[in-house]
């Protein structure tokens, strides 16, 4: 199979995000893929990205998706910029790896998936975390029965873009007409992780809260309004029986940004990191089981690694792994990796969760200590 040559929207060495932290040490660490060209919004950044990657550099995507060296196209802009680029490349019959929100809603993201089959090429979407090999070694504990029947299942995160203080050019993400927020970034890829290790919900409700009704912009002090909510609980049945119960709050918290124990009826598995976004977590892994009093480390396998030693660490780890794992399933002709069919239904598993979610400011409990009362008394 010849090289797989890819282009990435997106990767501007002059303001470095995270198609140049990620994305482009992934393609260079597999030797199936080749980078071929990288796109940017200005000529002076398209200039700085040609002399950086020594490829074809373009200011706009459509001469990216044009080029006949490119195979697959890659999308790492802003997520209200995904549709029209993903549905130009697939217009195009390009392969596409898109970020994860696939688009700003589930509307869109059912119309790319729709384009896509028309199209006849594969497509990826950015989640990731099910490749970390903490996540794949704790799947295969729990399908050998290592921990029993699951009980339940709680984790807590920090969605640590969502604090107080943020720049200029992030501050779009506190706007939540934009489509990205803790529940459809840091919480989906949580949820989608967990859903890999432990099956999909059966039924999953959820509560959320604007708590920083302001946020204060650094670059030249000045505040914006709030309409993103920064706290997110949702709570829900696993198909297995088995209780769900995630909550991510917005910041980073001085204590764990990440804590999520799996406890079964003959053992627990808890996994640990300082940082809260799952799909890039450097994780610790502990268990016990049987007759252990208290958890311990586990030593993790990593067979990616020992097939591909080149892999990288950091914050490009899981991706890499994720087009390795993509790569595969060209060779063999499976799908194993998330496409756009999954993502429309992690779409609408957020749809599903703010339907059957209560907003704090919509309603308030009277109190429960009245002893005339019939119950707790609910007011608009």
Request: glycine content about 8%; overall charge negative.
């Amino acid at each position: 199979m010849e090289k797989i040559g890819v282009g990435v929207i997106g990767a501007s060495p002059l303001s470095p995000g995270w198609a140049v932290a990620a994305h482009i040490p992934a393609i260079q660490a597999l030797s199936q893929f080749e980078l071929r060209a990288v796109s940017t919004s200005r000529r002076d950044s398209a200039d700085a990205a040609r002399n950086t990657f020594d490829v074809a550099a373009y200011d706009n995507a459509e001469d990216l998706i044009r080029d006949p060296a490119v195979d697959l196209v890659v999308v790492t802009v802003r997520v209200a910029k995904h549709f029209p680029i993903v549905e130009e490349a697939l217009r195009a019959r390009k392969m596409v790896f898109c970020e994860w929100p696939l688009g700003v809603n589930t509307a869109e993201a059912t119309v790319l998936k729709a384009k896509a089959g028309d199209a006849g090429v594969r497509t990826v979407v950015g989640l990731q975390a099910r490749f970390s090999p903490q996540v794949q070694f704790a799947r295969q504990l729990v399908d050998d029965g290592y921990i029993g029947d699951v009980l339940s299942t709680s984790l807590v995160g920090s969605a640590s873009s969502w604090g107080g203080v943020t720049t200029q050019s992030n501050s779009y993400i506190f706007d939540d007409a934009n489509g990205v927020s803790p529940l459809s970034v840091s919480m989906l890829h949580a949820l989608d992780a967990l859903n890999f290790i432990l099956g999909d919900f059966e039924s999953v409700s959820g509560v959320s809260a604007v708590r920083r009704p302001i946020v204060r912009i650094a670059d030249d002090d000045s505040i914006r309004r709030v309409t993103t909510p920064d706290q997110v609980a949702v709570c829900g049945r696993l198909k297995s029986g088995a209780i769900a119960s995630i909550v991510y709050r917005g910041g980073q918290s001085r204590g764990s940004n990440l804590f999520w124990e799996i406890n079964g009826s003959d053992g627990d598995l808890v996994f640990h990191s300082n940082v809260g976004n799952i799909q890039v977590a450097d994780l610790r892994l502990q268990a016990g089981h049987g007759n252990d009093n208290q958890v311990s480390d586990l030593s993790v396998p990593d067979p990616d690694k020992e097939r591909v030693p080149a892999l990288p660490g950091g914050m490009s780890s899981n991706v890499a792994r994720l087009y390795m794992h993509f790569v595969r399933d060209l060779y063999d002709g499976t799908r194993t990796v998330p496409d756009f069919a999954h993502a429309v239904t992690r779409h609408e598993l957020i749809d599903h969760i703010k339907r059957e979610s209560t907003n704090f400011d919509s309603c308030r409990f009277d109190s429960f200590a009245n002893p005339g009362s019939q119950g707790p008394r609910y007011e608009s």
